[in-house]
């Protein structure tokens, strides 16, 4: 990463961290409300508390630097903000993330009502874009979550985790913070009293685990590509996509053809993932970190 922060002892840096997480996650409770997290006003709250610690993340970022260079260039290209190899960390993370999800594309072309000329068609039509970015709850999923959530789990967090323990450990390392950020959901949940505690706790332990891979596959992807785009782009087509049906795939009629699919997509994603993400697609200068 960039030398502005290779004087961090590991101490300060999960201290800074974990401290970053929680202005986080407590921006969203700041506001007075009984309302469940999907009502509009909620949402929209939520939007100003979020958007305004991401606004400041980069801030945060440079107080605790402690190198010599703490001109905002750096810093920016520290974050994976930067123009060089801008198009492919756009495309081919995504490409190499609906590899991954080979199985459950083909999954939703079989269940889709659709014909494919006639999803095409809906794909591109611009009433269905205009919809779809005047719903709150879709902007919060695929737009404002992503973004501002590996604006500050990723691009704020690796820079200072990656010079005092390595990438490899970083990778491993910043997703706890990332999948601990969701516990917050139980608290909600508890709340209103959604489903027995016990649910709760087990949805809560599933989540914090899948939350954790996610977050060591988009933080890979970032050490990788150098670039912040590729994982929001990942970010937000993996929560349009959801958790993959697994349980649906076994029970498919087409069931053979699909378990053939996801374990396609695995073996592809595996043998594509070091070639995708080479460093120096992406910039003259870059090195292979992980």
């Not at 973004?147 to 990656?162: G, H, K, Q």
């Not at 910043?174 to 649910?199: M, S, Y």
């Amino acid at each position: 990463m960039a030398p502005l922060f290779e004087h961090l002892d590991c101490g300060r840096s999960l201290l800074a961290c974990f401290t970053l997480a929680c202005l986080y996650v407590g921006s969203l409770y700041v506001w007075k409300n009984d309302l469940h997290r999907d009502h509009p006003d909620v949402i929209r709250r939520r939007f100003t508390s979020v958007l305004l610690v991401s606004a400041l993340s980069p801030f945060y970022l440079w107080l605790w630097s402690d190198g010599m260079d703490k001109t905002w260039v750096n810093l920016l290209n520290s974050m994976g903000c930067r123009s060089e190899g801008l198009i492919s960390a756009s495309v081919l993370p995504l490409l190499l993330t609906m590899v991954l999800f080979l199985g459950p594309i083909l999954q939703q072309f079989l269940d889709c009502p659709w014909s494919f000329t006639d999803g095409l068609k809906v794909a591109v039509d611009p009433k269905i874009w205009v919809i779809c970015l005047t719903d709150i709850r879709w902007m919060r999923n695929h737009v404002v979550a992503p973004l501002t959530e590996e604006l500050v789990f990723r691009a704020c967090m690796l820079p200072i985790l990656v010079p005092c323990m390595g990438p490899q450990k970083a990778v491993f390392a910043c997703p706890l913070f990332f999948g601990v950020a969701h516990f917050h959901h139980v608290i909600e949940q508890l709340k209103f009293k959604q489903r027995r505690v016990d649910d709760i706790l087990l949805s809560a332990a599933f989540q914090f685990g899948y939350t954790s891979v996610f977050g060591a596959y988009t933080a890979f992807l970032f050490i990788r590509t150098g670039h912040l785009v590729g994982p929001v782009l990942c970010h937000a087509f993996c929560n349009f996509m959801g958790f993959p049906p697994l349980a649906a795939a076994v029970e498919h009629s087409h069931r053979l053809f699909l378990v053939i699919a996801y374990l396609t997509g695995a073996l592809l994603f595996l043998y594509f993932l070091h070639p995708m993400t080479d460093p120096f697609i992406y910039t003259s200068d870059a090195v292979g970190l992980v």
